[in-house]
Nanobody
Framework: QVQLVESGGGLVQAGDSLRLSCAAS????????LGWFRQAPGKEREFVAA????????NYAESVKGRFTISRDNAKNTVYLQMNSLKPEDTAVYYC????????????????WGQGTQVTVSS
């Protein structure tokens, strides 16, 4: 099992920045990649970004490229999502998830999930 705990969400204004953190524990050695997803009210959960645990290869959704940066600190077992130039449409609950087998963008491939952290961007 892998446990994931997100933190860092909050209420900000458009154009502001936030950094989300995801602390991982448990069987970290079984994780291939960690990803961030988000879910706005009434919408499907969608992929935001992912990073491989061992060598830091990244993948981003088109909607966040150039604004969001995913990174990891293996010593702290933590993955970060730096979010800049935030827009109201970025408002959602952000989830951290662990994938045991690949750098995937689909929800169904992720095996473990955190509880989520709310990000609200006002205009």
């Amino acid at each position: 099992q892998v446990q994931l705990v997100e933190s860092g969400g909050g209420l900000v204004q458009a154009g502001d920045s936030l950094r989300l953190s995801c602390a991982a524990s448990g069987r970290i050695f079984s994780v291939y990649a960690l990803g961030w997803f988000r879910q706005a009210p009434g919408k499907e959960r969608e992929f935001v970004a992912a990073i491989t645990w061992n060598n830091g290869i990244t993948n981003y959704a088109e909607s966040v490229k150039g604004r969001f940066t995913i990174s990891r600190d293996n010593a702290k077992n933590t993955v970060y999502l730096q979010m800049n130039s935030l827009k109201p449409e970025d408002t959602a609950v952000y989830y951290c998830a662990a994938d045991r087998y690949g750098l995937d963008i689909e929800v169904r491939f992720y095996n473990y999930w955190g509880q989520g952290t709310q990000v609200t961007v006002s205009s």
